[in-house]
């Protein structure tokens, strides 16, 4: 049972363009939304997080928006660059029992055309 | 700081074969993750471990596969009677879930595992 859903699998976007990618729950007890940024042969690693007291965070080019109600969450890459192409992973997890798990999306890869 | 490490990088077995792939956490981490990465898949939840408690296994797919982890430092995971469908890329997480940016999971390069 899939506890994040991840759309779409891949995807092309011309240099300079947006990028987005979308990630729906089920599990209403998530309170943390990381985002995970995957090169070859390496393993993934946080690029952005958020927490649903807010309905947006932006790091650089780099956004995510949250809606709560409709438990969905998405990451937007403005002007997006060749260097970004790689794998990227939503996720969310449970702080509050203390389990620290993190459930993933299936992930999307990310290709950047000059 | 040091990161994650995993050995071996890259390993080839046997079908029927026994392997164990070894994680060395950050130092200071108490929770440490395996996750098993397919080719073009996402990442599946192998087991947990966080400090003296005891680990949450219930990601293993099947009884070939068990870790352990000694005291908060290094883990290893063993797949006994390696099959086919067993290859794909392991990968081990720690974090400090007492620390700022407590949910926060540093991955290694993992163990790219192929069962011929």
């Known amino acids: 049972q899939q506890q994040v859903k991840q759309s779409p699998q891949s995807l092309i976007v011309q240099k300079g363009g947006i990028s987005i990618i979308n990630c729906a729950y089920e599990n209403t007890a998530f309170d943390y939304f990381p985002w995970y940024q995957q090169f070859p042969g390496k393993g993934p690693a946080l690029l952005i997080a958020?927490?649903?007291?807010?309905s947006e965070k932006k790091e650089g080019r780099f956004t995510i928006s949250f809606n709560k109600s409709a438990k969905q969450f998405s990451l937007h890459i403005m002007d997006s660059q060749p260097g970004d192409s790689a794998t990227y992973f939503c996720?969310?997890?449970?702080?509050?029992?203390?389990?620290?798990?993190?459930?993933f999306g299936t992930g999307t890869r990310l290709t950047v055309i000059p | 700081g040091a990161g994650v490490s995993q050995s071996p990088s890259n390993k080839v077995t046997e079908k029927g074969k026994d392997v164990e792939l070894r994680c060395d956490p950050i130092?200071?981490?108490?929770?440490l993750y395996w996750y098993r990465q397919r080719l073009g898949q996402g990442l599946e939840f192998l087991i947990y471990?966080?400090?003296?408690?005891?680990?949450?296994k219930s990601g293993l797919p099947s009884d070939r596969f068990s870790a352990e982890r000694t005291g908060e430092s290094v883990s290893t995971l063993t797949i006994q009677r390696t099959q086919q469908e067993d290859s794909a890329v392991y990968l081990c997480a720690s974090s400090d879930p007492e620390g700022r940016g407590n949910n926060e999971q540093f991955f290694g390069p993992g163990t790219r595992l192929t069962v011929l």
């Open positions: 130092s200071g981490h108490t929770a």
């Open positions: 958020i927490r649903p007291d807010v």
């Open positions: 996720a969310g997890g449970d702080d509050q029992t203390g389990a620290n798990n993190l459930f």
């Open positions: 471990f966080q400090g003296n408690s005891a680990p949450d």
